[in-house]
């Protein structure tokens, strides 16, 4: 007789690893996107819903996207943000501004489109231009008020925790001897009938997740020094400011939400 054998039952239990960006975290949070489990590499990022897929693909077919994220009665929302982080970013001389946001709007044509097809017409500059304006004042007055030792643009930050890591860059970022000021450019756009407080609290609590990732991984870089953030809305010209005492709890805020997206213990395939 031979001995009987009997194939033993196999569990992976390597943990899970959570791979996202602070942004994703406000995507997950309005329902523009979803986490996605690949069981084989037990790993778990974050993906646009199949709903947000076919509105970008509209939008790129030259259908329109809606005003909410900045979107002018001549551009692409993209373009337009992109538009104005790239002006606050590089700041070239103010008789280059077309030809740079030009240059930017042909980056970010779709394969087959023509030059002339991703030029921003005339009539759209001056939204642009506005927009990048009052950003750029907002940021000269703070670094004024506050005396920063450092300023950095596109300020890369990671979050790491047990089983996740947070990659992202905060648009500005200004450091003095105390403290971390995060400064994020909005470029959504108010409704007519809505008014600014309104508008500043519906989409500072729209971005919070955002803002409380950066928070958190400036916190985790270095404990001593005090956080604040300010998203700057170009639409209305005003501020929202998050306190170091509201940014306190940024860690824990975010621990919430990647415990969300792990799969439960022992969890397969979703």
């Known amino acids: 007789h031979y001995p009987v054998r009997e194939r033993s039952s196999y569990t992976d239990n390597r943990p899970w690893e959570l791979r996202a960006s602070p942004s994703d975290l406000t995507r997950l949070a309005d329902g523009s996107s979803q986490w996605e489990y690949n069981s084989d590499t037990r790993r778990v990022c974050v993906v646009p819903t199949e709903e947000t897929e076919r509105e970008t693909s509209d939008e790129h077919r030259g259908e329109k996207a809606g005003a909410e994220s900045g979107e002018s009665e001549w551009t692409s929302a993209d373009v337009f943000g992109q538009a104005v982080h790239r002006l606050c970013e590089v700041r070239p001389p103010r008789n280059e501004w077309e030809q740079f946001i030009n240059q930017v709007a ?24 506005t927009a990048a304006e009052r950003a750029v004042e907002f940021v000269d007055e703070l670094h004024d008020r506050v005396g920063p030792q450092a300023s950095y643009d596109e300020f890369p930050v990671t979050l790491t925790r047990e089983q996740a890591e947070l990659q992202g860059f905060i648009d500005h970022l200004v450091v003095t001897e105390e403290s971390y000021y995060i400064i994020d450019y909005k ?37 001593a020094r005090t956080t604040e953030a300010r998203l700057f809305f170009t ?35 979703h």
């Open 106 to 129: 042909a980056e970010k044509h779709q394969p087959g489109e023509t030059a002339r097809a991703t030029a921003v017409p005339s009539a759209a500059l001056p939204d642009i231009e």
């Open 187 to 223: 470029t959504d756009r108010k409704s007519d009938d809505e008014t600014v407080g309104a508008f500043l609290d519906r989409r500072a609590t729209h971005h919070e997740p955002q803002v409380k990732a950066y928070a958190a991984a400036l916190q985790e870089a270095d404990p």
């Open 235 to 269: 639409d209305v010209n005003e501020p929202y400011r998050w306190t170091h005492a509201e940014l306190e709890s940024a860690t824990e805020y975010v621990d919430e939400r990647v415990r969300d997206g792990l799969p439960n213990a022992g969890a397969g395939q």
